[in-house]
């Protein structure tokens, strides 16, 4: 996963994406995109399984109560 790369390979992903950028920036543009998307698809991901946490803490409650 990204949010566990150390800097060094950061750096040299950077690197490398960089000059794909020159070499391939469609490619580039292509990766941004399909990003986007995923991010996006997560977010409703993230608020579908909030909505059903919410549900569940409720129904919890009304049985405990």
Same mark, same amino acid.
């Given at each position: 996963?990204? #949010?566990?790369?150390?800097? $060094?390979?950061?750096?040299? +992903?950077?690197?490398? #994406?960089?000059?794909?950028?020159?070499?391939?920036?469609?490619?580039? !543009?292509? +990766?941004?995109?399909? +990003?986007?998307?995923? !991010?996006?698809? #997560?977010?409703?991901?993230?608020?579908?399984?909030?909505?059903?946490?919410?549900? #569940?803490?409720?129904? $919890?409650?009304?049985?405990?109560?």
């Amino acid at each position: 996963m990204l #949010l566990e790369v150390n800097s $060094i390979e950061r750096q040299r +992903l950077r690197e490398a #994406l960089l000059e794909r950028c020159r070499t391939d920036p469609e490619s580039v !543009v292509d +990766l941004v995109l399909d +990003l986007m998307e995923k !991010v996006e698809q #997560l977010t409703v991901q993230n608020e579908q399984l909030s909505a059903r946490v919410e549900q #569940l803490e409720d129904q $919890i409650k009304k049985n405990s109560g």
